[in-house]
């Protein structure tokens, strides 16, 4: 699958891992407001910090990386999640909002979308 195709298809997959996250594994602890531009944004946020900071993070993370056999990785999605949450939350005035409560929840969220996001990418090859 061609570059923009396979990155056209993980958004598209990101704003269903959203949807399903918010509507039916983290009903109370996770939120996305504004309907499908919610998600919409919600995706596009993750994909950008995704992008442009996760590689940066990767290079400075690399030594925790092998001292914890890439247990910190989940760490690191709950940062970005965060990164991403701070992002989404510009656009309130919109009436475009994302909640999530608690480290607990980054962090298991993060998890999910780590998950989600390695079966597309192994799809996408």
């Known amino acids: 699958m ?13 704003i269903a891992l959203f ?3 918010d509507i039916y594994v983290l009903d109370q602890t996770f939120q996305v407001i504004g ?4 998600y919409v944004s919600a995706a596009l946020f993750f994909g ?11 290079i400075i993370a690399l030594p925790l990386r092998i001292l914890t056999l ?7 999605n709950a940062l970005l999640l965060w990164i991403s949450v701070k992002g989404v939350n510009l656009f309130e005035n919109v009436g475009v909002m994302m909640h999530i409560e608690g480290l607990g929840t980054y962090m298991l969220l993060g998890l999910l979308l780590a998950i989600g996001n390695s079966m597309t990418h192994w799809f996408v090859k």
């Open 2 to 14: 061609g570059l923009i195709k396979g990155a056209i298809f993980i958004f598209f997959t990101n």
């Open 19 to 21: 949807y399903v996250m």
């Open 35 to 38: 309907g499908s531009w919610g």
């Open 48 to 58: 950008l910090v995704n992008f442009f900071i996760k590689p940066i993070l990767n």
């Open 70 to 76: 890439g247990g910190i990785a989940i760490l690191l």
